[in-house]
């Protein structure tokens, strides 16, 4: 199970306080896939941060008994002086598997050659940083998968390979989506609900999650 009981978190700006959930509850069962609607600047990021462990609630209860990802496609976690391979190596060791699988599976997945695998990051295209940081989501399982907004990367012939590789993950784990498209959250959710006013609200149906998201 993985979220968070009468959460609460908030953070203190100019103009007063910003609130991104007050006193709100999500449980997520393990295999469920759940889409939340949320428009920008509404905390997609914060919500994410929390399920993920990077961020602390204000008050409430965090619920985090299976294993969770970063977000998909995260890229924060690499050094740029450092290159793809030194990068995987040192994550490998991290979350104790096995570096040189890790290394191949990536490299293959995410389409570089060796000049490119043994080059610095911070010589990469923000394109190429992409299908790594994919790569490297889809090379480690998970129980649940942690999306904000971004499910692929690279042109339209990657984004497909991005998503057969996405919905093989999905056949044994779980999806938190957050998201300001109604497109993604009905194409890979079964569970649907919206972020709005610090609450969490959770719907019967996809339509109805839309027509709250719509007229917020």
């Not at 978190?9 to 959930?21: C, E, F, M, P, S």
């Not at 600047?41 to 619920?63: E, P, R």
């Not at 985090?64 to 391979?85: C, K, L, Q, V, Y």
């Not at 109604?182 to 006013?197: A, M, N, S």
Request: proline share 2%.
């Amino acid at each position: 199970m993985l979220g968070f009981i009468n959460a609460t978190k908030y953070y203190r700006a100019a103009d007063g306080l910003q609130i991104v959930l007050h006193n709100t509850t999500l449980l997520v069962q393990k295999g469920q896939r759940v889409g939340i609607l949320a428009q920008s600047g509404s905390g997609k990021s914060t919500v994410i941060g929390l399920l993920g462990g990077v961020k602390q609630l204000d008050d409430g209860v965090s619920v985090r008994e299976d294993s969770t990802s970063w977000p998909i496609g995260f890229t924060g976690m690499f050094h740029p002086n450092m290159s793809a391979n030194a990068n995987l190596k040192i994550l490998a060791q991290l979350k104790g598997f096995d570096a040189v699988e890790l290394c191949a599976f990536c490299q293959s997945f995410a389409e570089l050659s060796d000049v490119e695998f043994y080059a610095p990051i911070n010589t990469f295209s923000a394109g190429m940083r992409a299908k790594l940081g994919f790569a490297l989501s889809m090379a480690i399982p998970f129980d649940f998968y942690l999306a904000d907004e971004v499910l692929g990367a690279g042109n339209e012939a990657f984004r497909a390979k991005c998503d057969a590789a996405l919905s093989l993950r999905l056949a044994q784990s779980g999806l938190i989506l957050m998201s300001r498209s109604p497109r993604l959250t009905l194409k890979y959710c079964e569970q649907h609900g919206v972020l709005r006013d610090g609450k969490i609200i959770m719907c019967d149906s996809h339509e109805e999650a839309c027509y709250l998201f719509e007229h917020d």
